[in-house]
């Protein structure tokens, strides 16, 4: 059985985002870096419909999971 492979772009894609390289490096700067005891999933710019699609995501270590955390590392890295 093949894992499904995902990225960041779809992630953006699944959650509603423009998903363009450029677009995602534009989000990544202008949200970081979260404070270090700053839950992705409770960041302030999330509709509540992104946040509990992440939220989902990595209780259930969905397919998707492993790209949350890659945006989590990115959003959380200082400059």
Known sequence: ????????????????????????????????????????????FWTPQQATFLKEQLREDADWARVVDELNLRLHQHG
Do not use: N, R, V, Y
């Not at 363009?20 to 960041?43: M, R, V, Y």
């Open 1 to 44: 059985m093949d894992t499904p492979t995902h990225d960041l772009t779809g992630l953006f894609d699944q959650l509603g985002l423009d998903s363009a390289p450029a677009a995602i490096d534009g989000f990544i700067t202008q949200h970081s870096p979260l404070a270090e005891d700053q839950k992705l999933i409770d960041a302030p």
